[in-house]
């Protein structure tokens, strides 16, 4: 799959946003980072992405809660969560939310790259 789409990252914790963002650009990707899910909101009539990767666990509106707001909007975009809490639970509520895969931190990019492709992939 050619490597041109649009990433969002929404990560609270900046070092770890801006690794991300930089290691999907080095890759071939297109992608912005975003403090808040907050944040991310306020620009989504000036950005078209292609997958939202999103922390879970972030201050104000959690990951699993920007899901929710965006499926209200009628938002198809596909959306990878990751998390650095061991939370049993996590793998059934990003299921139910229709999360395209749940990812625990630390992960492999390959493994990232991998839940983005299929993502988009089941979204054409």
């Known amino acids: 799959m050619p490597r041109d789409l ?20 080095s890759l071939g990707f297109e992608a912005d980072g975003y403090g808040c899910a907050e944040d ?14 999103t922390d ?6 959690s990951g699993l809660e920007l899901m929710k707001h965006l499926a209200t909007r009628g938002s198809i ?8 809490r061991p939370d049993k639970n ?9 999360a395209a895969c749940l990812l625990r931190k630390p992960f492999e990019i390959d493994d990232l790259i ?7 992939i089941d979204q054409r």
């Open 6 to 25: 649009e990433i969002a990252v929404v990560d609270d914790d900046q070092s770890f946003r801006i690794a991300l963002v930089e290691s999907l650009s």
């Open 40 to 53: 991310y909101i306020g620009t989504m009539g000036n950005n078209s992405f292609d997958c939202i990767v």
């Open 56 to 61: 879970i666990h972030m201050p104000g509106m």
């Open 77 to 84: 975009i596909p959306v990878v969560l990751i998390t650095a």
């Open 90 to 98: 996590l793998e059934a509520k990003a299921v139910a939310a229709g």
């Open 114 to 120: 991998e839940c983005i492709e299929g993502a988009v």
